[in-house]
């Protein structure tokens, strides 16, 4: 009995003796692993600080520490000008080479979102080819702002139509006036024979047929002096005070009514853009948003003069009909031009720009 008893209790301590000594190994293996893993990490982070420590120690050359260190902004390349900050994209590709007529290039300024205006612009008045001879082609270019849920279909209508000039800057109307530089700059740079220019606007739905035939011949001798061409008025007096700190670094403070262009279509020469070009080249910003900074402000300051259309001999009328152009032109056959109801802020209707040309179309052709 005790034998048996004896011979149990030997079995049991040899089984806790060999558990022990498992548990024992573990340990120390453990141990010795996270021994080596420290040491590996202590290695890593000796050699990453004598790394930091030898390049600190190195000598940086000022190329580099340009590179590495930012410039103070105070150090930064501003622009130096208004014109210095405007940059075009999707310029139409134009071959400027061939033909022998003289390029005639009607600036629209139009928003990006209103492709579906321009396509009836095009389709319409702005017929390409439509007013062209031996010596004049009149050919329209739409100018359009940043929007960047516009940016790939702009691109696509640029790849399909050629006509479409992207600027960099938002279409807003604060912005307006550097729309307005922007295209009197583009011309410049694309079209430097062309005598003159036509700007006008997207919601504006022309007889260009009365204009060339009659408001261009009665402009004609003065194609080659200085001049903008218009209807000028003195809705606004521009106050030369604090506010326009352009006006004051110009000329000293005063208050007077600048007369300024009707935006929606006016004609400005080559001469009379290199001046105005000339004298907003000096200047870092424009300080007055509106319509009447380039045809009155910068205009004035230029010594450009006018012929105000308004005040002419000849009867030069047009409607702002905000959408019953048809009816307009089918009354008045001279015309020059009349607004859509894009021009009163209502939701544009594409059928309009088409009612009117139906009625263009019946006009001219009575006429020849």
Same mark, same amino acid.
């Given at each position: 009995?005790?034998?048996?008893?004896?011979?149990?209790?030997?079995?049991?301590?040899? +089984?806790?003796?060999?558990?022990?000594?498992?548990?024992?190994? @573990?340990?120390?293996?453990?141990?010795?692993? @996270?021994?080596?893993?420290?040491?590996?990490? %202590?290695?890593? /982070?000796?050699?990453?600080?004598?790394?930091?420590?030898?390049?600190?120690?190195?000598?940086?050359?000022?190329?580099?520490?340009?590179? +590495?260190?930012?410039?103070? /902004?105070?150090?930064?390349?501003?622009?130096?000008?208004?014109?210095?900050?405007?940059?075009?994209?999707?310029?139409?590709?134009?071959?400027?080479?061939?033909?022998?007529?003289?390029?005639?290039?009607?600036?629209?300024?139009?928003?990006?979102? =209103?492709?579906?205006?321009?396509?009836?612009?095009?389709?319409?008045?702005?017929?390409?080819?439509? %007013?062209?001879?031996?010596?004049? !082609?009149?050919?329209?270019?739409?100018?359009?702002?940043?929007?960047?849920?516009?940016?790939?279909?702009?691109?696509?209508? !640029?790849?399909?139509?050629?006509?479409?000039?992207?600027?960099?800057?938002?279409?807003? %109307?604060?912005?307006?006036?550097?729309?307005?530089?922007?295209?009197?700059?583009?011309? /410049?740079? %694309?079209?430097?024979?062309?005598?003159?220019?036509?700007?006008?606007?997207?919601?504006?739905?022309?007889?260009?047929?009365?204009?060339?035939?009659?408001? &261009?011949?009665?402009?004609?001798?003065?194609?080659?002096?200085? &001049?903008?061409?218009?209807?000028?008025?003195?809705?606004?007096?521009?106050?030369?005070?604090?506010?326009?700190?352009?006006?004051?670094? @110009?000329?000293?403070?005063?208050?007077? $009514?600048?007369?300024?262009?009707?935006?929606?279509?006016?004609?400005?020469?080559?001469?009379?853009?290199?001046?105005?070009?000339?004298?907003?080249?000096?200047?870092?910003?424009?300080?007055?948003?509106?319509?009447?900074?380039?045809?009155?402000? +910068?205009?004035?300051?230029? $010594?450009?003069?006018?012929?105000?259309?308004?005040?002419?001999?000849? $009867?030069?009328?047009?409607?702002?009909?905000?959408?019953?152009?048809?009816?307009?032109?089918?009354?008045?056959?001279?015309?020059?031009?009349?607004?859509?109801?894009?021009?009163?802020?209502?939701?544009?209707?594409?059928?309009?720009?088409?009612?009117?040309?139906?009625?263009? +179309?019946? !006009? =001219?052709?009575?006429?020849?």
């Amino acid at each position: 009995m005790f034998e048996g008893y004896y011979c149990r209790c030997r079995l049991t301590t040899l +089984l806790i003796s060999l558990i022990t000594s498992l548990i024992l190994i @573990v340990l120390i293996y453990r141990r010795q692993n @996270v021994f080596l893993s420290n040491k590996i990490s %202590y290695r890593i /982070r000796s050699d990453h600080l004598n790394i930091h420590k030898q390049l600190s120690n190195e000598i940086i050359s000022e190329k580099d520490l340009e590179i +590495l260190v930012p410039l103070p /902004r105070s150090e930064e390349k501003k622009s130096k000008n208004v014109l210095s900050s405007i940059e075009f994209s999707n310029s139409p590709f134009l071959d400027l080479s061939t033909g022998s007529a003289i390029i005639i290039p009607i600036l629209v300024l139009s928003k990006a979102s =209103n492709i579906e205006i321009r396509d009836a612009i095009r389709r319409t008045w702005g017929f390409d080819g439509l %007013y062209a001879n031996d010596t004049k !082609q009149f050919k329209v270019f739409f100018l359009v702002g940043v929007d960047d849920f516009m940016l790939r279909r702009i691109r696509t209508e !640029q790849i399909l139509f050629d006509d479409v000039i992207q600027v960099s800057l938002p279409d807003l %109307y604060s912005f307006t006036a550097y729309k307005e530089l922007s295209a009197m700059m583009w011309v /410049r740079s %694309y079209f430097p024979n062309a005598p003159f220019y036509i700007k006008t606007e997207d919601e504006v739905i022309m007889n260009l047929n009365a204009v060339i035939k009659k408001l &261009l011949p009665t402009i004609e001798p003065y194609i080659e002096t200085s &001049l903008v061409i218009g209807w000028f008025g003195t809705k606004h007096s521009i106050p030369r005070g604090t506010y326009q700190k352009y006006i004051n670094a @110009v000329m000293s403070p005063l208050s007077v $009514d600048l007369y300024y262009a009707m935006s929606l279509l006016y004609i400005v020469t080559s001469q009379a853009s290199d001046r105005m070009l000339d004298a907003i080249s000096h200047v870092e910003d424009i300080q007055h948003p509106g319509d009447p900074f380039v045809t009155g402000i +910068l205009r004035d300051i230029a $010594d450009v003069p006018i012929k105000n259309l308004a005040t002419s001999i000849e $009867d030069y009328r047009y409607e702002l009909s905000h959408g019953g152009c048809d009816q307009a032109f089918e009354k008045n056959s001279k015309l020059l031009f009349c607004t859509s109801s894009l021009h009163n802020g209502s939701s544009h209707s594409i059928p309009e720009y088409f009612q009117a040309w139906d009625i263009l +179309l019946s !006009q =001219n052709q009575a006429t020849e």
